[in-house]
């Protein structure tokens, strides 16, 4: 299909398919050369997948901000929780994006902005964006209090950040897929292919050596897929 509407598109953005598969289908979008797009009432919706991590998504949204020109970024997906108050399913939307590494960028009212860490940011407000795979108990709650946090994930503050930089209104969705107490398996990272596909070989191949783990990985994708349907009605809601 195409997008024939002078109106500019509000853009979804995902890092991983299975994150933007139920948005996909519930809002009956069609694929679009390398996205997918639609319409929501009047308003047209274009929706791409990065893959994993700051580069891949920065280089995808870069891509995206100059083929669609869009009006507005929701920026969509799972998380990792880091406190205990949060569930699977639950879901975030942050008004500070941390890279714990001293950037932050401040949403307010939808503009995103980059500014200096502030000691006076609530916690329950922030989400941080780290370079690698949090596995267990003890390092979720770690970096929860260093970095006054309450969710982790690994796109999200470059993709405020190059937001803020466009002046591109952005608001962030974010659904708990891991609780606090969730300890994921070692390399589950080689479980998804650099575009955000799944890659079910290496997955399979990971659980045919460690066979115990088998009954918590098809846990984790019930938690994921529940998480990922509750984005979805969310996102559905925003657009609406």
Do not use: Y
């Not at 045919?208 to 009954?215: E, F, M, Q, T």
């Amino acid at each position: 299909m195409s997008i024939t509407s002078t109106n500019p598109p509000i853009a979804l953005f995902a890092a991983l398919h299975h994150e933007l598969a139920p948005v996909i289908a519930r809002l009956k979008l069609k694929p679009h050369g390398l996205s997918h797009a639609g319409r929501v009432g009047e308003q047209e919706v274009v929706a791409a997948v990065s893959g994993i991590g700051a580069a891949r998504a920065t280089a995808a949204l870069s891509h995206l901000i100059q083929t669609h020109e869009p009006a507005r970024l929701l920026v969509i997906g799972l998380c990792g929780a880091l406190v205990e108050e949060l569930s699977v399913g639950d879901l975030l939307e942050p008004q500070w994006l941390v890279d714990g590494k001293g950037g932050a960028v401040q949403l307010a009212m939808g503009l995103p902005r980059i500014v200096r860490e502030s000691p006076d940011r609530a916690a329950n407000e922030t989400l941080i964006t780290v370079d690698t795979v949090v596995r267990t108990p003890e390092e979720k709650r770690a970096l929860g209090q260093e970095h006054r946090a309450v969710a982790v994930d690994m796109e999200t503050f470059a993709v405020g950040k190059l937001a803020a930089e466009r002046e591109l209104r952005c608001t962030v969705i974010r659904a708990v897929s891991d609780t606090v107490n969730t300890t994921l398996p070692k390399g589950i990272e080689k479980w998804v292919n650099p575009d955000g596909t799944t890659n079910k070989a290496a997955a399979m191949k990971s659980l045919a050596l460690r066979p115990w783990l088998i009954s918590g990985a098809m846990e984790l994708g019930r938690n994921a897929d529940a998480a990922a349907q509750k984005l979805a009605e969310r996102v559905e809601q925003v657009l609406s």
